[in-house]
DNA sequence: CGACTCACG
DNA sequence: ACGTACGTGAGTCGT
């Protein structure tokens, strides 16, 4: 596995990127695709510059590659669960829109709840990690057969947390059917900003076909909202930094926008640029936007 | 070209 | 009974 890893470093990054290098700019330039991603994302190729590694100390070491000209820095900008705040407005569950209204650590908030701790840091980091497997789930359509692989137990005990988490947030549970309800009469579901993706296989009478059409329809609003939320934060950015020298946007990665800064700029850059990201959208929890800066990619995180 | 694997959010 | 968490892109291998 330890040999995997590294092979796959070496062979898609390490000896590819420089491949890449354009020669009049010294550059790489990526390609961005506004109308493959069903959901509303962007699609990166050629290089795909969305799955630059972060999770190892060696995959880090290639991010670090990423580095901004003589006399200016990198800033990323990234949207502090966006998805899960995504969850709590179209749900409009009172816990959840409470915990981000008080900005709480949302995995041992729930963490608290499904497990019944009498206060949030009274959490054992196993809980927070499954709390943690739950929400990714419930973005994802979750089975409790997945959320039981994922945590590596019983498929009974995943069922059992399932069920603890909508008791104590019935208002999701209640969106998630909804949601299922709405997509099936309609044949399609919508974001917030009303982009549609239609789902003919919700009506399928191939139960496999039928459930992947399900997942989507719950996942969908949430993903395709985030998408909406970035993309009208990159036209605002846009327009402000329209004309302007000292600092120019470079990637977006989903919920995360790099800009090159020139270092006697940082300091007003990051106020606007925060500023700009957390006004793209207006939902029933505040946006939470986490900036930082370095000389490398690396470092900006 | 498809299957498999694995990188990211 | 069915299969089993969403969305992508790229390298490798076998055909």
Same mark, same amino acid.
């Given at each position: 596995?330890?040999?995997?890893?590294?092979?796959?470093?070496?062979?898609?990054?390490?000896?590819?990127?420089?491949?890449?290098?354009?020669?009049?700019?010294?550059?790489?330039?990526?390609?961005?695709?506004?109308?493959?991603?069903?959901?509303?994302?962007?699609?990166?190729?050629?290089?795909?510059?969305?799955?630059?590694?972060?999770?190892?100390?060696?995959?880090?070491?290639? *991010?670090?590659?990423?580095? #901004?000209? +003589?006399?200016? /820095?990198?800033? =990323? @900008?990234?949207?502090? %669960?966006?998805?899960?705040?995504?969850?709590?407005?179209?749900?409009?569950?009172?816990?959840?829109?409470?915990?981000?209204?008080?900005? *709480?650590?949302?995995?041992? #908030?729930? +963490?608290?709840? /499904?497990?019944? =701790? @009498?206060?949030?840091? %009274?959490?054992?980091?196993?809980?927070?990690?499954?709390?943690?497997?739950?929400?990714?789930?419930?973005?994802?359509?979750?089975?409790?057969?997945?959320?039981?692989?994922?945590?590596?137990?019983?498929?009974?005990? =995943?069922?059992?947390?399932?069920?603890?988490?909508?008791?104590?947030?019935?208002?999701?549970?209640?969106?998630?059917?909804?949601?299922?309800?709405?997509?099936?009469?309609?044949?399609?579901?919508?974001?917030?900003?009303?982009?549609?993706?239609?789902?003919?296989?919700?009506?399928?009478?191939?139960?496999?076909?039928?459930?992947?059409?399900?997942?989507?329809?719950?996942?969908?609003?949430?993903?395709?909202?985030?998408?909406?939320?970035?993309?009208?934060?990159?036209?605002?950015?846009?327009?402000?930094?329209?004309?302007?020298?000292?600092?120019?946007?470079?990637?977006?990665?989903?919920?995360?926008?790099?800009?090159?800064?020139?270092?006697?700029?940082?300091?007003?850059?990051?106020?606007?640029?925060?500023?700009?990201?957390?006004?793209?959208?207006?939902?029933?929890?505040?946006?939470?936007?986490?900036?930082?800066?370095?000389?490398?990619?690396?470092?900006?995180?």
């Amino acid at each position: 596995m330890d040999y995997r890893g590294l092979a796959k470093l070496r062979s898609t990054y390490t000896d590819k990127l420089p491949e890449q290098i354009n020669a009049r700019t010294g550059r790489v330039h990526t390609s961005y695709h506004q109308a493959v991603a069903a959901t509303g994302r962007l699609s990166s190729t050629d290089p795909n510059l969305q799955n630059i590694p972060i999770r190892t100390a060696e995959g880090r070491r290639i *991010r670090q590659a990423f580095v #901004a000209p +003589a006399g200016h /820095v990198l800033i =990323a @900008a990234d949207y502090s %669960q966006i998805e899960l705040r995504i969850m709590a407005h179209l749900s409009g569950d009172a816990g959840l829109l409470d915990a981000f209204a008080h900005d *709480r650590d949302i995995h041992q #908030a729930t +963490a608290a709840e /499904v497990f019944g =701790a @009498a206060s949030p840091d %009274q959490v054992t980091a196993d809980q927070r990690r499954a709390a943690k497997a739950i929400n990714f789930g419930l973005i994802y359509g979750m089975s409790a057969f997945g959320l039981a692989r994922q945590l590596g137990i019983e498929r009974g005990a =995943a069922q059992k947390y399932v069920d603890l988490y909508f008791q104590r947030y019935p208002g999701v549970k209640r969106y998630m059917d909804e949601t299922r309800a709405m997509a099936r009469e309609q044949g399609f579901i919508e974001t917030v900003f009303g982009r549609r993706l239609y789902l003919p296989e919700i009506s399928s009478r191939n139960a496999q076909m039928r459930q992947y059409a399900e997942r989507s329809a719950i996942n969908a609003p949430m993903q395709g909202t985030a998408a909406d939320i970035i993309k009208r934060a990159m036209i605002e950015v846009h327009r402000w930094l329209h004309g302007q020298p000292h600092a120019r946007l470079m990637m977006q990665v989903h919920d995360e926008l790099v800009l090159e800064v020139a270092e006697d700029r940082v300091d007003a850059v990051l106020q606007e640029l925060r500023a700009h990201m957390v006004a793209a959208a207006e939902l029933r929890v505040p946006l939470k936007v986490e900036v930082g800066v370095g000389r490398n990619w690396d470092e900006a995180h």
